[in-house]
């Protein structure tokens, strides 16, 4: 293999760049970003970057020595709008076209939007994003609706609590997080946001976005108008397949790779937010930082090997920040699940989930120490033997 | 110096949290001891927190993992090294020397 393209600049991108170069290919290399700038960490984005505690800069994953050390030639500010799979060629929006033995699709997500281009109506998906919210709220003192009460959405009410922004959740779900982490501790979570001064408003859909030019409120499915300055969809994300059309790979949901991100052709992987990989007889697609920076290695492994020898574990681990409470997750949640230390009430406690009897999750809030013990246990029990 | 505690109270394993002109933790691993700061460079998290395994630890936040012996992480998120202090054994009791931290050398 001589040449290998990493189409996608962001965490799964950069760090697939990395086991490239630290698993010995020193062939070239070429890193396609369709944002301009360079590779930066976004969970920061909705809590210390939005709230001004940090800037820029302390958001770059890689300093300009570490990219200067991968010997890569980088595209950014443009996006690639063709794959052809049967001969790794690609085409760039500015016209370029790009032959490579191995590709690494990493072109993640983009978020759902809302409003068609009404001014004050935000997502929080990409460093432009943030900069353009942060704009907004950053001297408090406005009304913000956050649309979603998921994790990005409530770290998003938070940061603006904390910056002294009157903030309302509206969640169509009746409990919020709970596919995720089950009603009880959904509901546990999400207590959170009444206890900090801001309301929540659950069970019941958007209708509409008001305002002619700038939004002006969110009108609710039940005819009540939430007055707004601020509006922020945290809806979720669509993985970025759509220049993946005609491209001979199957697409569905993400890119469908087997459980080392591997695609039907062995000189393709996929990785990060966008690949849809084969995990205990179904294809899944994880959201999550740990998943990106983990796939990365696991499918350049198997991208130099040109055959599947090693399998993603997908430990499942996600953080999140709220409210001054961290709350850590790791495994699958299950319908069982009980409190093994501290108590709900206390926001203070770590809980695991069970199916027949084993542990399949551990949740914890503000108990960092036990849960990382029992999330040792959970990734030594889900260990993949590297075939 | 700073005395950190008993050597008995140490076992290997585990790390103990010292207050001295910053939080250092100081861990009992492959039957040594090392010393190094205790707030990971990434985020505000304890690493005596963390999960030990040979001569690392483990952020019990976001994962990110430092080698105890140099300071230096060895991956994401963390990019910068926490620094290392000397410690020493004597009469049954360990001690940091608080004084000498060591920036880490790439």
Same mark, same amino acid.
């Given at each position: ?13 950069? +760090? ?14 070429? /890193? ?18 939005? /709230? ?23 595209? #950014? ?29 990493? $072109? ?14 935000? $997502?929080? +998906? ?93 009108? #609710?499915?039940?005819?009540?108008? #939430?007055?707004?300055?601020? !509006? ?45 990989? +084969?995990?205990?007889?179904?294809? !899944?697609?994880?959201? &999550? ?8 290695? !696991?499918?350049?492994?198997?991208? #130099? ?6 399998? &993603? ?11 001054? &409470? ?23 406690? !770590? ?37 | 110096?700073? =005395? ?12 103990? =949290? ?7 933790? %100081? ?5 040594? @001891? ?15 927190? *963390?999960?030990?395994? *040979? ?15 140099? *300071? ?12 290392? @202090?000397? %410690? ?6 360990? @001690? %940091?020397?608080?004084? %000498? ?6």
């Amino acid at each position: 293999m001589r040449t290998v393209t990493i189409v996608g600049t962001s965490l799964a991108g950069l +760090r697939a760049a990395q086991e490239l170069r630290a698993q010995g290919f020193d062939g070239e290399l070429v /890193l396609v970003g369709d944002e301009p700038h360079r590779p930066y960490d976004r969970p920061p984005l909705s809590k210390d970057f939005l /709230l001004g505690k940090i800037g820029v800069e302390d958001l770059e994953l890689a300093d300009a020595a570490g990219l200067l050390e991968l010997g890569a030639r980088w595209h #950014l500010g443009r996006r690639a709008v063709r794959l052809s799979a049967s001969d790794g060629s690609l085409t760039l929006s500015d016209g370029t076209e790009l032959k490579s033995d191995g590709v690494v699709i990493a $072109t993640g997500a983009s978020a759902r939007t809302l409003g068609d281009g009404l001014a004050g109506v935000h $997502t929080l +998906r990409t460093l432009d994003d943030a900069v353009a919210l942060r704009r907004e709220i950053a001297d408090g003192g406005v009304r913000v609706v956050v649309i979603g009460a998921g994790f990005i959405g409530a770290e998003t009410a938070s940061t603006c609590r904390a910056l002294g922004c009157d903030v309302t959740v509206v969640e169509a779900a009746p409990v919020p997080l709970s596919r995720a982490l089950g009603p009880e501790f959904g509901a546990a979570c999400a207590g959170l946001h009444e206890e900090n001064g801001v309301r929540l408003v659950t069970g019941i859909g958007v209708a509409a976005l008001e305002g002619d030019t700038r939004v002006t409120g969110v009108r #609710l499915a039940d005819g009540t108008v #939430l007055g707004a300055d601020v !509006v922020v969809a945290g809806i979720g994300v669509r993985p970025n397949t759509e220049w993946l059309d005609g491209s001979g790979l199957v697409i569905d949901n993400g890119v469908v790779c087997d459980e080392g991100c591997v695609t039907a052709s062995p000189n393709i992987v996929a990785v990060g937010d966008v690949a849809r990989f +084969r995990h205990e007889g179904a294809h !899944v697609r994880t959201e &999550h930082w740990t998943s990106a920076a983990e796939q990365a290695g !696991v499918a350049v492994r198997n991208l #130099l090997a040109g055959a599947t020898v090693a399998h &993603h574990a997908n430990r499942g681990y996600f953080w999140s920040e709220q409210y001054g &409470h961290r709350i850590q997750f790791a495994g699958q949640a299950a319908a069982e699940a009980e409190v093994v230390e501290g108590s709900l009430a206390e926001r203070k406690f !770590v809980a695991t989930y069970l199916r027949d009897g084993a542990v399949t999750g551990v949740l914890a809030m503000d108990s960092p120490k036990p849960f990382t013990r029992l999330r040792r246990g959970l990734a030594r029990a889900a260990t993949v033997p590297a075939g | 110096m700073i =005395r950190a505690c008993d050597v008995d109270d140490l076992p290997d394993g585990e790390a103990v =949290r010292l207050l001295a002109h910053v939080p250092i933790s %100081v861990f009992h691993t492959e039957g040594q @001891y090392f010393a190094i700061d205790d707030t990971c460079s990434h985020q505000d998290a304890s690493l005596a927190d *963390g999960w030990v395994e *040979g001569c690392f630890v483990e952020c019990p936040l976001h994962a990110a993992s430092f080698d105890l012996r140099t *300071g230096q992480p060895t991956c994401l998120p963390a990019k910068r090294p926490v620094r290392t @202090y000397p %410690v020493v054994v004597s009469d049954g009791a360990i @001690y %940091v020397d608080t004084a %000498v931290a060591q920036e880490a050398i790439a």
